[in-house]
């Protein structure tokens, strides 16, 4: 009787102070014999699922899986090129400066900087920018890799 898909058995035993049948739920085979030789009320009620995380509406997780199923494409990550110009300009600062030196700069964790020259991060242009001011080289637009410094005279702000 322990499995919530068996039924469950209601004994009427004894009154309540209102006078009526009061219910017992029997656990074992030995108290419904036992209620029903003494003539009491049995009753039983079958659970469905109780007890049970799994869900009766196959329909909910067929939806939950088209869900998943519609992405809208891959999600953009850093290019190597960047990592590879990080770790470039962060080992050539004298001292050489480690991930987690550069990390404690910028207030950002360890674990993002070894993400981004690892091209598994996905772009955040503020972080991005915090690196640039940190490292002196840019890391975004076209040439990734390059001093940071005043524009020249025919660059435009583009």
Excluded: C
Excluded at 55 to 62: A, I, K, L
Excluded at 114 to 122: H, L, S, T, V, W
């Amino acid at each position: 009787m322990s499995d919530w898909d068996t039924s469950t058995i209601r004994i009427g035993v004894g009154s309540r102070s209102g006078g009526g049948p009061r219910e017992k739920v029997a656990r074992t085979q030995s108290e419904i014999n036992a209620a029903r030789r003494a003539g009491a009320v049995v009753s039983t009620d079958k659970k469905f699922s109780g007890g049970s995380n799994k869900s009766n509406n196959p329909e909910g997780q067929h939806l939950t899986k088209v869900d998943r199923e519609d992405d809208v494409g891959k999600i953009a990550k850093v290019s190597t090129d960047v990592g590879k110009a990080m770790a470039a300009a962060r080992q050539a600062k004298e001292p050489k400066m480690t991930q987690k030196d550069l990390a404690t700069k910028i207030n950002e964790k360890p674990s993002v900087i070894n993400d981004y020259e690892n091209g598994k991060a996905q772009p955040s242009q503020p972080v991005l920018a915090k690196l640039e001011r940190a490292l002196g080289v840019k890391l975004r637009g076209k040439d990734i890799g390059s001093p940071l410094g005043p524009k020249k005279n025919g660059e435009s702000s583009k």
